[in-house]
């Protein structure tokens, strides 16, 4: 919980916007850009090119330049991204089975604010 703990840059990397999302789309194999992308709506080239050299720096994310023409590049998990990927896929999980509950939570919290 100190200010100064190196893991925070990496918890924001993993837990921000996209990095969870982009984790849980590489959590079903090694692809392109262009597929990650179209499997997370919404996310711009810019921010998912960001997060994944953010994800590649902290050590979840290897990226592969193949020598084709055009240039290939693949994404995949490391070790260890397939295991923070396997708990992320979890509380994902855990999170939209219950979005009933949070739903209800909202709008409650919502007409009382």
């Known amino acids: 919980m100190s200010a100064a703990c190196p893991s ?3 918890l924001q990397h993993l837990t921000g916007r996209w990095g969870a999302l982009t984790m849980a789309a590489l959590a079903h194999g090694t692809q392109r850009f262009s597929e990650i992308r179209r499997r997370i709506e919404g996310v711009s080239d810019r ?3 960001q997060t994944l050299g953010d994800l590649e720096r902290d050590g979840m994310v290897e990226r592969t330049v193949l020598s084709a023409i055009p240039p290939k590049v693949t994404y995949a998990l490391t070790p260890l991204g397939v295991e923070v990927a396997g708990r992320l ?4 999980s855990l999170v939209e089975a ?3 509950e949070v739903t209800a939570s909202r709008e409650s919290y919502d007409a009382t604010h």
Request: a negative charge; aromatic letters at 0%; glycine letters at 0%.
């Open 8 to 10: 925070r840059p990496t």
């Open 47 to 49: 921010m998912l090119s």
């Open 89 to 92: 896929e979890a509380l994902i």
């Open 98 to 100: 219950n979005m009933d």
